[in-house]
């Protein structure tokens, strides 16, 4: 249930069931695209504060995906015009932009979307 568009499967092995076109895998290798976890540029809309004070969390709507952006002491909170922002001023429904990368082992393993945030954009203040 796990398996996405875009996975591929290296080996499986198993017993198929050739009328239910189905396989009862033992085991199974699966590569994921390595370009899914290359620090990028996000864009989206401030769903909640989750932690308010440094390191913070946010959870942003990305593109219909909720991703958990994670603020650490040495990553600059900006003004649209990249000026030093208070992350107090950051409330839900702001557009917020962030660049990073999704962390590998979360996403693999428990299907969470978190990244940790090297820059922090408010586009509404």
């Not at 249930?1 to 076109?21: C, E, F, I, M």
């Not at 895998?25 to 004070?53: C, M, W």
């Amino acid at each position: 249930d796990r398996l996405r568009k875009g996975d591929t499967v290296l080996t499986a092995s198993g017993v198929y069931d050739y009328p239910r076109n189905t396989l009862t895998a033992d085991s199974i290798i699966v590569v994921q695209a390595k370009n899914d976890f290359l620090p990028r540029n996000f864009e989206g809309v401030l769903k909640q504060v989750v932690t308010p004070t440094i390191p913070a969390t946010l959870i942003v709507t990305v593109g219909g995906v909720d991703y958990t952006v994670k603020i650490g002491e040495k990553t600059p909170i900006l003004k649209k015009n990249r000026a030093v922002a208070q992350l107090a001023r950051f409330v839900a429904g702001d557009t917020v932009r962030f660049y990073g990368a999704v962390r590998e082992e979360e996403k693999t393993l428990t299907d969470s979307l978190i990244v940790d945030a090297q820059v922090v954009r408010n586009l509404n203040l």
